[in-house]
């Protein structure tokens, strides 16, 4: 398994998880750096 922080997440990261788990507070990081 691999914690990561949303600025260190990427597409590939996401594709490639077996299991991913989302904080509620995270969601708004997450969007703003894959939108980049």
Partial sequence: ???V???ELST???LN???LVLL???LEGIESNLIK
């Fill in 24 to 26: 509620e507070g995270s």
């Fill in 17 to 19: 998880a077996n299991n």
């Fill in 12 to 14: 590939y990261k996401i």
């Fill in 1 to 3: 398994s691999e914690v």
């Fill in 5 to 7: 922080t949303n600025s």
